[in-house]
């Protein structure tokens, strides 16, 4: 009964591949993100999304692309992987509410290397 | 700029002793303050959430402050275990012009070592 759950945990690929990271939440939430945690262990939001908006992280490269084929979904794929890729990446999930206080859950988190 | 900086970057306490970790911010307009605990190798997990009205919070032996005039918030661990080791993450979330749009602003987390 995992809240937000991501596949796969680790990924090793080399450099010029393409690649997706999936993500799910069974929480009913409405808005769900990827974060990027790097070597700092600083983790930095790179897209907000919900059935309404895309918030996009103006630094992300374009060749990361959120994909959300329902609400429960959101997959993170990435076009020509460079090296400054390798991180850890975490999908989380919130239900938004007016007031701008939210519980968010995130995942276990995918170490993605790129050699 | 947007920015949320912590101190210390780390600490080590003795297991039983209280810690205070600090976070100021400059993120504005402000919606929201939350302190998470990220263990190694695992998702952050939240330990509080502060409006901009909520001065303090609780959470077991954690407890959260914030003063939002000066734009500084506190967590303070009571009583610590072996288990509190990890990293504590300051996050402000600013409410985007236009509303309905939340950002937040990550700290770079302050690493907790509790020794027996």
């Known amino acids: 009964d995992t809240a937000v759950s991501q596949t796969p945990k680790y990924l090793v690929t080399q450099m010029g591949n393409d690649k997706s990271i999936k993500c799910e939440q069974n929480?009913?939430?409405?808005?769900m993100y990827w974060y990027k945690q790097d070597s700092k262990k600083f983790l930095k939001i790179m897209f907000s999304?919900?059935?309404?908006?895309?918030?996009i992280n103006e630094t992300v490269p374009n060749r990361f692309s959120p994909k959300s084929p329902d609400k429960a979904h959101l997959n993170l794929h990435i076009n020509s992987l460079e090296l400054g890729d390798s991180a850890v990446y975490f999908c989380?999930?919130?239900?938004?509410?007016?007031?701008?206080?939210?519980?968010?859950?995130f995942g276990p988190g995918t170490r993605l290397t790129v050699t | 700029k947007n920015q949320v900086e912590q101190s210390p970057q780390s600490l080590i306490i003795l297991e039983g002793k209280n810690c205070t970790l600090q976070?100021?911010?400059?993120?504005?307009?402000?919606?929201?303050l939350r302190w998470y605990k990220q263990d190694t190798g695992r998702g952050p997990v939240s330990l509080t959430i502060?409006?901009?009205?909520?001065n303090t919070k609780s959470n077991g032996r954690y407890t959260a402050t914030l003063d939002a005039d000066t734009k500084q918030s506190s967590l303070h661990i009571t009583a610590s275990q072996l288990s509190d080791s990890a990293s504590y993450i300051c996050?402000?979330?600013?409410?985007?012009?236009?509303?309905?749009?939340?950002?937040?602003?990550f700290g770079r987390g302050t690493s907790l070592i509790v020794h027996p």
């Open positions: 502060m409006t901009f009205s909520e």
């Open positions: 996050v402000v979330t600013q409410r985007r012009a236009g509303g309905g749009s939340y950002i937040p602003t």
């Open positions: 929480l009913g939430h409405d808005t």
């Open positions: 989380a999930s919130s239900q938004v509410r007016t007031s701008g206080s939210y519980e968010q859950y």
């Open positions: 999304y919900n059935n309404k908006e895309l918030i």
């Open positions: 976070c100021n911010y400059t993120v504005s307009p402000f919606s929201n």
